[in-house]
Nanobody, 123 residues
Framework: VQLQAYGGGLVQAGDSLRLSCILSGLTFGSYAMGWFRQAPGLERERVAS????????YYADSVKGRFTISRDNAKNTVYLQMNSLKPEDTAVYYC?????????????????WGQGTLVTVSS
């Protein structure tokens, strides 16, 4: 099982980025997918998640209205479109897969994790 996240980089406040994560080794359409982030000195937090069908999405309050999670089951890929980026969005972003399919389980219950991609937003 492998989750490969990419798309991070250094941007300025107000810019946009799109993160992508490809899942291999599992039946992608059976898993909820999520994006999490961890800034230095802080705990990992959920940013957004999407159910196995894509019918339900969840967002952290801090990113609502700015970030959009989506998935393409034909491409085994989940995306995170990040607009109006702020310096406080700076973190390593991780994608993860949830076998319950819901995407609302506690962080510790997510089954598989990617290696992370760094997003840095300068002011």
């Amino acid at each position: 099982v492998q989750l490969q996240a990419y798309g991070g980089g250094l941007v300025q406040a107000g810019d946009s980025l799109r993160l992508s994560c490809i899942l291999s080794g599992l039946t992608f359409g059976s898993y909820a997918m999520g994006w999490f982030r961890q800034a230095p000195g802080l705990e990992r937090e959920r940013v957004a998640s999407i159910s196995w069908s894509g019918g339900k999405t969840y967002y952290a309050d801090s990113v609502k209205g700015r970030f959009t999670i989506s998935r393409d089951n034909a491409k085994n890929t989940v995306y995170l479109q990040m607009n109006s980026l702020k310096p406080e969005d700076t973190a390593v972003y991780y994608c993860a897969a949830d076998s319950t399919g819901s995407g609302i389980v506690a962080l510790r219950l997510w089954d598989y994790w990617g290696q992370g991609t760094l997003v840095t937003v300068s002011s």
